[in-house]
């Protein structure tokens, strides 16, 4: 069973950084793929920010996201959290973020919803202009 606990949202102004965490509590952490998600509202479909596999330390961003080069995905193995580090924030950055996990033998595959059984319980961030 995979737990995930997201941290590290908040309220920030335009131009700022956040670093959201996303602590993995299983025996699988080493072959996951573990992907940041956000949600701009309930009614809009969640979209990928990032992953990561970890058991290669290889990073996957949204091609056509409009927080490539801002966000930067990346790990702590001896604590088994993923991190998300968001710079130069806008406000069409504010959303619910989720990490979810993923089993994968190699590599992170398809970034779609669908794919990922564990979620965690999300954790908002609000830019203001």
């Known amino acids: 069973q995979v737990h995930l606990v997201e941290s590290g949202g908040g309220s920030v102004q335009a131009g700022g950084s956040l670093r959201l965490s996303c602590a993995h509590s299983?025996?699988?952490?080493?072959?996951?793929?573990i992907a940041w998600f956000r949600q701009a509202a309930e009614s809009e479909r969640k979209e990928v920010v990032a992953?990561?596999?970890?058991?290669?330390?290889?990073?996957?961003?949204a091609g056509s996201s409009s927080t490539k080069g801002r966000f930067a995905i990346s790990q702590d193995t001896a604590k088994n959290t993923v991190y998300l580090q968001m710079n130069s924030l806008k406000p069409e950055d504010t959303a619910m973020y989720y990490c979810?996990?993923?089993?994968?033998?190699?590599?992170?595959?398809?970034?779609?919803?669908?794919?990922?059984?564990?979620w965690g319980q999300g954790t908002r961030v609000t830019v203001s202009s």
């Open positions: 992953a990561i596999y970890t058991g290669s330390d290889r990073t996957y961003y």
């Open positions: 979810a996990a993923a089993i994968r033998g190699g590599g992170c595959g398809e970034l779609f919803e669908r794919n990922f059984p564990s």
């Open positions: 299983g025996s699988t952490y080493s072959r996951s793929c």
